[in-house]
């Protein structure tokens, strides 16, 4: 890069900044109040789009000004839809679950009158004297937000609100220094590849920079294909510059002009989101020629990924984008020496790149001290299943399993008890309660036999099966075997053929000892991650949960009660309330019917076990009881005439 | 299948064919562009008929069985048409945990088809879909572009009876139209 670059990237950016305040103030009332809406696919599906519809027509009925603006996701998806209401004279005050009715009741006494209606609000997003803070409940003051900092704050449609907080600021400032000075402080920082593995980010960096190669390419991995996991999504939707910045800046760094992100087929929003960013980017010189007036030019792609969770890996994501079918190649050669087309390839997951940011703003040295010394940073999960508050939480490393499933997600619903976490998707392993106090972060998962992965978490309660779940990521893997490994592609359809006899109550005496021996077939026989890990789920469950396994085999009993062939719904005739009707419309295939003294009984050859009746009954009654195995259930006789009508 | 919806079928196809064949056009002639040339045709027509890989191939160039094998690996292509109204029913693993299994096999019992087929009269089609990011809503099904949260199998019999009787309106008032003509 020559001399004169250096100067002027940064002069540049302080231009463009000024400008994009200038223009954002031009629209800005200040004295109007602003409605955000979180707009991510979790709102979207919770009802954002009537909410937002209510405020508008709420608006013009009660003939109030204020800007309607969509924003991403903070990560409650348990709370939404979420609504931020910012009005002069009041902190920005976060609203939960806001229906249609909420938002026009918001509208008329908040906005139009001076009511903030204290009882649907989560908090306020400021510290204030007048409305508690959010930061003052643990689902908020554990996390720390590196990558999710303006999630769900910001309009990912809008540009110059990313600039506005400080945008493309870092891309100046790399580009006003030498590539070696933000490898270096890549380097130094211990950022560690959040795609699962944990590679050391500057490490790997490096080597794509010494390598020799006219036509470097970089490749932002958002293939997303954990199950379980959707984390990277609503950060392209909900920031998609953060990602972008990153990847100029890695792009710049190790000598690439061409930048692909590889997202995913089933995220069409994303793709909408990012390509819009790219054009605005483009606009702006941020990306392109001449970007930010240096010499410096990246163009950035967007390719689609078709529904192969294969194709995560990154070479079978290499083939894919070259147009073929997605099998993992040997390595080495690594990417960074050969990868698309040849040619030096540096590829990093969505959280990577968008870590690369604030430490190019910040320093290496304040990220160190964020987390643990051998996992700095932060870590985001999606916790999901059997939780209070779901959603996704951004933790610094070290925070315990306990403090993240009880503290910051509020523990098991229901006062049921904890049975297992299931941390790293179809790859990672499922902790028991003993385990709760592990610290997480790279190194303590995988020595606890689960893994860090996608960062997918499902926590399961005392109702979840533990073979069942083995057979869920088997069934998952197996299919989406590539085929390309013998063992891969056949040890999993065996693995999971024993897995399905057992949980039908078929299982056979030595089939545990069968699992654990192919699993480490499996694990030796294949070349790429899937086939390495996927036994993985089997392995923990039988370490952890063996017991289970015995009870399935032995005495086909289902202790959770959740695998469907070894259990049994029966209808306790001394608690049925004689007349009663609740559950017969809840039963999908008509298997309840009604005694000859006016009682309800389950016709058992008829059920399917959805458990629908349970939730029918009224709780007084509480009347439907479920059995495993299921000849435990008493028999009761459909009455003759019954059968005819 | 009457004759009339045959006729209707294969209108259709050639209609499809001919917009394919004006598509392919702009494209260059680059092995790269294989996996996007096949998602915009499906995006477009919402399948790959098989006239229709078998013209990608000689587009680019390549053998018919090549551009199979890379169609049938990936999970997003699909080689019958969909239903008027696609069913997708997640089975990820926050769903699988909440019953996404139960949701999945109401709506095949409701429909009487299996998950990856079609209702004779194209009014349905069912899918099953790993994770779609709401797993805060699990179980979830997705219909058309519509994410319905928090399933349960009692709910899937209505969804299904809105769009008949959305289909029935229409019916109606088509036919109230007609007789107006
Ligand atoms: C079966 C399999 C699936 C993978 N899926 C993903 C994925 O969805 N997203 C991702 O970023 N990395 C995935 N990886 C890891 C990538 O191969 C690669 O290591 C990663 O993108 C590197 O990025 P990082 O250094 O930023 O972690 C997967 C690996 C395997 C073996
Ligand atoms: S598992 Fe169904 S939406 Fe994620």
């Not at chain 1, 999901?384 to 499933?405: D, K, Q, Y």
């Not at chain 1, 923990?540 to 202790?559: G, L, S, V």
């Not at chain 2, 289909?167 to 107006?180: A, D, G, H, L, P």
Request: proline residues 5%; charged residues 25%; hydrophobic residues 35%.
């Amino acid at each position: 890069m020559n001399k004169h670059n250096k100067k002027s990237a940064e002069d540049n950016y302080t231009i463009l900044r000024h400008d994009v305040e200038r223009r954002l103030t031009e629209f800005k009332n200040e004295d109007q109040a602003h409605i955000y809406i979180g707009m991510a696919t979790c709102g979207l599906a919770s009802g954002a789009m009537d909410v937002k519809t209510a405020f508008e027509e709420g608006l013009k009925e009660y003939g109030v000004n204020a800007d309607i603006v969509p924003v991403g996701c903070v990560g409650h998806c348990y709370a939404e839809p979420l609504v931020i209401v910012a009005k002069p004279g009041f902190p920005p005050i976060l609203y939960n679950e806001v229906t249609p009715g909420k938002a026009k009741l918001l509208t008329r006494a908040f906005l139009g009158g001076e009511d903030p209606l204290f009882e649907y609000m989560l908090g306020a997003m400021e510290e204030n004297d007048m409305v508690p803070w959010v930061m003052e409940f643990p689902r908020f003051n554990h996390e720390k937000k590196v990558i999710m900092g303006q999630s769900g704050l910001i309009d990912p449609h809008d540009i110059k609100q990313y600039i506005e907080k400080g945008g493309y600021e870092a891309l100046s400032k790399a580009l006003g220094s030498e590539p070696e000075k933000n490898l270096s402080e890549v380097l130094e920082s211990g950022l560690r590849g959040r795609g699962g593995a944990g590679f050391l980010t500057g490490r790997k960096w490096q080597f794509v920079h010494d390598a020799d190669g006219e036509n470097k390419t970089v490749i932002c991995n958002a293939d997303e294909g954990d199950p379980g996991a959707y984390m990277d999504r609503t950060i392209l939707e909900s920031n998609p510059h953060q990602v972008i910045e990153g990847m100029a800046i890695a792009a710049y760094t190790v000598g690439a002009n061409r930048a692909i992100f590889y997202i995913r087929a089933e995220y069409p929003l994303a793709v909408k989101i990012i390509t819009q960013a790219i054009e605005q980017a483009k606009e702006l010189g941020l990306l392109g020629k001449g970007i930010l007036g240096t010499d410096f030019d990246l163009e950035i792609d967007v390719f689609q990924g078709s529904g192969a969770f294969v194709c995560g890996e990154e070479t079978a994501l290499i083939q894919s984008i070259q147009g073929s079918r997605g099998m993992p190649q040997l390595r080495p050669p690594y990417p960074a020496q050969k990868g698309l087309w040849n040619q030096p390839t540096l590829i990093n997951n969505v959280k990577t790149m968008a870590s690369i940011p604030p430490i190019i703003m910040n320093g290496a040295e304040w990220y160190r001290k964020i987390g643990t010394d051998n996992s700095p940073g932060t870590a985001i999960f999606s916790v999901v299943g059997n939780i209070v508050h779901a959603g996704l939480v951004e933790i610094p490393t070290g925070v315990t399993l306990r403090s993240l499933i009880f503290d910051i997600c509020g523990g098991i619903p229901e006062q049921k008890k904890f049975k297992a976490v299931q941390i790293g998707g179809p790859s990672g392993g499922c902790l028991p309660e003993e385990f709760l106090d592990t610290p997480i972060d790279f190194d303590s998962l995988t020595q606890a036999g689960a893994m860090m992965g996608s960062g997918g978490m499902v926590v399961m309660d005392e109702n979840s099966c533990m073979v069942d779940v083995a057979k869920f990521f088997l069934d998952f893997t197996q299919k989406e075997s590539c085929g390309k490994c013998t063992f891969c592609r056949i040890g999993t359809k065996h693995l999971l053929d024993i897995l399905d006899r057992i949980t039908r109550g078929e299982g056979r005496e030595g089939d545990i000892d069968l699992l654990e021996s192919l699993s480490m077939d499996i694990k030796n026989g294949s070349l790429c991650g899937l086939g390495k890990t996927a036994p993985n789920p089997v392995l923990t469950t039988i370490r952890y949960f063996r017991d289970e396994y015995e009870a399935h085999i032995k005495e086909k009993r289902c202790p959770a009660m959740m695998c469907r062939e070894l259990i049994a719904y029966y209808i306790d005739l001394d608690k049925c309330a004689r007349g009663c009707d609740a559950c017969v419309g809840s039963c999908p295939t008509d298997a309840i019917f009604t005694t000859s003294n006016r009682k309800k009984g389950i016709d058992q050859t008829l059920c399917v076990k959805c458990g629908e009746c349970v939730s029918a009954c009224p709780p007084e009654y509480d009347a439907v009881r479920k059995v495993s195995p299921p000849n435990l259930a008493p028999i009761i006789e459909r009455p003759k005439e019954d059968k005819n009508d | 299948m009457n004759m009339e919806g045959m006729e209707q079928q294969q209108e259709e196809e050639k209609a499809m064919l001919h917009d394919i064949a004006a598509m392919l056009r702009e494209f260059e002639k680059d092995r790269g562009k294989l996996i996007p040339i096949l998602q915009i045709i499906q995006g477009k027509h919402r399948y790959l008929a098989p006239k229709a890989l078998k013209m990608v191939a000689q587009h680019l160039d390549i053998s018919s069985c090549e551009v199979y094998g890379v169609a049938t690996f990936y999970n997003q292509f699909r080689f019958t048409p969909p239903g008027k109204h696609e069913i997708k029913v997640c089975l990820g693993t926050a769903c699988h945990v909440k019953g996404g299994g139960i949701i999945l096999e109401n709506f095949e019992r409701k429909l009487e088809i299996n998950a990856g087929e079609t209702t004779p009269d194209r009014e349905f089609s069912i899918e099953r879909v790993a994770c779609v990011g709401c797993c805060a809503l699990a179980p979830v099904a997705i219909i058309g572009e519509t994410v319905y949260g928090h399933m349960a199998p009692s709910k899937v019999e209505g969804l299904i009876m809105g769009f008949e009787i959305e289909r029935e309106k229409e019916k109606r008032e088509k036919e109230k139209i007609e007789q107006t003509q």
